[in-house]
T-cell receptor, first 114, second 112 residues
């Protein structure tokens, strides 16, 4: 069965500090991988995606993620966090073999302290 | 470009009632998916519509049904509402092909 694990429910970082959010997946097919961000009461905004090719992908708002097939991971990183990055972050996985269905992790809530 | 729009924004229903949620896809998109996001959880796939037919379905009971219209807009219907149906319902659209979804802002359903 397909699954996505985000081990950290909450993370608190200081403004200006670096950030890494973890994501591990279990998927039978060659995966597409995504990170979405959700602010309170809002829908989901795509930060970045990996389909194939370069395993280090750049996204919006200064985020990047690295796909590591051997570790079944797709961790999200940002070198310097801004207060406006406080939100909930979701990792998701899909595959062409499964149509456009995405399987999401439970999310990580990011708090930024000044 | 209006993006994906959903209506209503919020809705309160009583157990046993029926509800209809609406979604208009992003311009140029022909595939609509629905997701349920319970409080504190990630979104869960309900089903997907393409060419006015249900193409894929997640692990949801038959109380959840949908429809896609010729203009690609979609409805989600839930019958015999349960307290556990309280959630944010997200609509997402895409042009047919690999997954690249644009999500709407969601409809917050509260069942009392």
């Amino acid at each position: 069965a397909q699954s996505v694990t985000q081990p950290d429910i909450h993370i608190t970082v200081s403004e200006g500090a670096s950030l890494e959010l973890r994501c591990n997946y279990s998927y039978g097919a060659t995966p597409y991988l995504f990170w979405y961000v959700q602010s309170p009461g809002q829908g989901l905004q795509l930060l970045l995606k990996y389909f194939s090719g370069d395993t280090l992908v750049q996204g919006i708002k200064g985020f990047e993620a690295e796909f590591k097939r051997s570790q079944s991971s797709f961790n999200l990183r940002k070198p310097s966090v801004h207060w406006s990055d406080a939100a909930e972050y979701f990792c998701a996985v899909g595959a062409a073999e499964y149509g456009n269905k995405l399987v999401f992790g439970a999310g990580t809530i990011l708090r930024v302290k000044s | 470009d209006a993006g994906v729009t959903q209506s209503p924004t919020h809705l309160i229903k009583t157990r046993g009632q029926q509800v209809t949620l609406r979604c208009s896809p992003k311009s140029g998109h022909d595939t609509v998916s629905w997701y349920q996001q319970a409080l504190g959880q990630g979104p869960q796939f309900i089903f997907q519509y393409y060419e006015e037919e249900e193409r894929q379905r997640g692990n949801f009971p038959d109380r959840f049904s949908g429809h896609q219209f010729p203009n690609y807009s979609s409805e989600l219907n839930v019958n015999a509402l349960l307290l556990g149906d309280s959630a944010l319902y997200l609509c997402a659209s895409t042009k047919s092909g690999p997954a690249r979804l644009y999500f709407g802002p969601g409809t917050r359903l509260t069942v009392t």
